[in-house]
């Protein structure tokens, strides 16, 4: 990394339409408008959570290098999210069917709690469309909230799923 640069985590998923070619598309233009991804992790195909829909997801997670204000990148993910044909975003935990999603999980060790953005994102670490991509690419981050690496957040989530059956 370069002076004044910093490195986010995006996660992108998309459940309807040509879903590769959704985040290829969202890769494409992150890279002109935001930064250089440094590291990508495979696809990951999963079912919805929180909403029932016949349509299987495509997730994965990349890291950006960037010199970008965050609440300006937080702006032209939705920008992207809306140019690739995303028309309704989630609301109060209302989820559906969406083209493409990208939610910013984390600025370098940044600590946001605004009306407008929180970061790391608030349920990331809950989300295993999220965690097991990250662990791909970014094991030993640590959470700054909960001072833990990703690979022990995935580590108690599976614990935890585990312990349900």
Same mark, same amino acid.
């Given at each position: 990394?370069?002076? $004044?640069?910093?490195?986010?985590? *995006?996660?992108?998923?998309?459940? *309807?339409?040509?879903?590769?070619?959704?985040? &290829?598309?969202?890769?494409?233009?992150? &890279?002109?408008?935001? !930064?250089?991804?440094?590291?990508?992790?495979? *696809?990951?195909?999963?079912? +919805?959570?929180?909403?029932?829909?016949?349509?299987?997801?495509? $997730?994965?997670?990349?890291?950006?290098?960037?010199?970008?204000?965050?609440?300006?990148? @937080?702006?032209?993910?939705?920008?992207?999210?809306? &140019?690739? !044909?995303?028309?309704?975003?989630?609301?109060?935990?209302?989820?559906?069917? %969406?083209?493409?999603?990208?939610?910013?999980?984390?600025?370098?060790?940044?600590?946001?709690?605004? +009306?407008?953005?929180?970061? +790391?994102? =608030? %349920?990331?670490?809950?989300?295993?469309?999220?965690?097991? =991509?990250?662990?791909?690419?970014? =094991?030993? %981050?640590?959470? =700054? *909230? @909960?001072?833990?690496?990703? %690979?022990?957040?995935?580590?108690? @989530?599976?614990?935890?799923?585990?312990?349900?059956?």
């Amino acid at each position: 990394m370069k002076k $004044n640069e910093y490195s986010v985590i *995006l996660a992108l998923g998309s459940n *309807l339409g040509d879903k590769q070619k959704n985040i &290829e598309d969202a890769f494409k233009k992150i &890279e002109e408008r935001i !930064g250089r991804i440094t590291s990508l992790s495979a *696809l990951h195909i999963t079912n +919805p959570v929180g909403f029932q829909s016949a349509n299987i997801f495509v $997730n994965c997670v990349c890291e950006v290098a960037t010199y970008i204000d965050v609440y300006i990148l @937080f702006a032209i993910t939705q920008e992207i999210e809306t &140019e690739i !044909g995303r028309s309704v975003k989630s609301q109060k935990g209302v989820y559906a069917d %969406r083209v493409i999603d990208i939610d910013l999980i984390m600025a370098d060790n940044l600590i946001i709690n605004t +009306p407008e953005l929180t970061i +790391p994102h =608030p %349920r990331f670490h809950t989300r295993d469309f999220v965690l097991a =991509p990250l662990c791909e690419i970014a =094991p030993d %981050r640590i959470h =700054p *909230l @909960f001072g833990k690496t990703i %690979r022990q957040l995935k580590d108690e @989530f599976d614990r935890m799923q585990t312990d349900y059956l």
